[in-house]
């Protein structure tokens, strides 16, 4: 009830740029050799491509973008390209020094993508960094960051199944960059990040403007936030009016905020206190979504830590809360680094002690929510 599917967590995994963690079920003891590179490629653009389908055109922060080009789809959409020029192109070049899988056959040693490639010499001896090369680490080849996005025609390599002949890497490049297709679509790249030129200026500075005013807000709302659930604080006081000093710790903390912070305080002062149907962002609602938010990141974060360290025990006890009510305390305890770590996952409703944790607690797969080994279980 609180643990993610394996799909999730493979989504996730990805996300998060890992590689996915396919032993994580087995037995103690027992390594499973991984998949070849091959089949983990074509699983990764598959699962890449079923993601990269907006769900909704209506809103362009709905569509995911990967930043693995050959994870691309075929036909690019406005609205796919309007987010690749908004990201740039360093979010998309993938230039760590892991080129494993651009290695190439042939009848000389095997060959591999260099990071030599990435830079180009000047005539005057002086260096610069070639940002429109893309590597993708699903089908091992370099493309072009602004052929990809605008070209219309041509037969470059670079623009559609990627380029990988690694023997030829420098001419090859060299070339590409002098052609008129890789000139026509640069023209077309800086014309989409130069807002001078496009209709909808005024619309989009506004656009701007308006979300840099709101995440400013988030970041003094989220401060706040943290802070107070890390030292076990209430929230809500007795009131919920700025300028009481029955408010509670959230709306307290906002108003000592303030003090210091012009920007806060004219927020406040605009939007504060307006009640419900105006925006403001400074309700019980934002802050209990956000700690609902940051408490699932956590626990992602307290998942990953056990699978890394594999072995792990599980701790029950029962715990009655402010209303004399009981309930099971769930805990997990686990090592990494020579550090032993506890966690607290969560509280379970229980109705009886003997029966509870004799036969629910026992017969309950926490292992199979995990995907990880049987847990060593005590009850305290």
């Known amino acids: 009830m609180f643990f993610k599917t394996p799909e999730d ?81 360093d979010y998309f070049q993938n230039d760590d020094g892991v080129y494993e899988s651009s290695k190439r056959c042939f009848k000389t040693p095997n060959r591999k993508l260099s990071n030599r490639l990435f830079h180009k010499k000047m005539i005057n001896g002086e260096t610069v960094r070639r940002k429109w090369i893309m590597y993708s680490p699903s089908v091992g080849s370099i493309y072009c960051f602004v052929c990809k996005l605008f070209a219309v025609k041509g037969v470059s390599a670079f623009a559609h199944q990627g380029f990988s002949n690694w023997g030829k890497a420098e001419e090859s490049t060299l070339s590409h960059e002098n052609s008129i297709e890789h000139r026509d679509s ?12 496009r209709i909808d ?29 890390e ?44 009640g419900s149907g105006h925006v403001s962002y400074l309700s019980k609602t934002i802050y ?20 890394n360290a594999k072995y792990y025990s599980l701790i029950v006890d029962s715990t009655p809360d402010i209303s004399h009510t009981d309930q099971l ?30 036969s629910r607690i026992s017969r309950y797969s926490w292992h199979k929510h995990f995907k990880l080994s049987r847990p060593v279980i005590r009850q305290c």
């Open 9 to 89: 967590i493979a989504s996730l995994q990805d996300h998060e740029g890992k590689e996915t963690i396919d032993d994580v079920g087995l037995n103690v003891g027992e390594i499973n050799e991984l998949d070849s590179q091959s089949q983990e490629n074509e699983n990764l653009r598959k699962d890449s491509q079923n993601e990269l389908q907006p769900k909704s055109t209506s809103s362009s922060s709905s569509l995911w973008i990967s930043n693995d080009a050959g994870l691309w789809p075929t036909n690019l959409t406005d609205e796919f390209r309007s987010r690749c020029v908004e990201k740039g192109s």
């Open 231 to 274: 030292r076990g604080l209430s929230f809500r006081g007795h009131v919920e009016k700025f300028g009481d000093c029955r408010n509670g710790n959230f709306l307290g903390i906002l108003e000592l905020i303030s003090e210091f912070d012009p920007f806060l305080k004219t927020h406040i002062e605009r939007y504060g206190g307006k």
């Open 186 to 197: 640069m023209f077309l790249f800086l014309n989409r990040t130069n807002l001078s030129c």
């Open 201 to 229: 200026k005024s619309l989009i500075d506004q656009f701007n403007k308006e979300s840099e005013y709101w995440i400013k807000v988030f970041e003094r709302i989220v401060t706040v936030i943290k802070f107070i659930a």
């Open 288 to 307: 209990e979504e956000f700690i609902e938010i940051i408490g699932g990141e956590v626990k992602n974060k307290i998942i990953c830590e056990i699978k």
């Open 329 to 358: 305390s769930v805990i997990i305890r686990y090592c990494i680094s020579n550090k032993v770590h506890e966690r607290f996952l969560t509280f379970l409703p229980i109705f009886s002690h003997t029966e509870y944790c004799n």
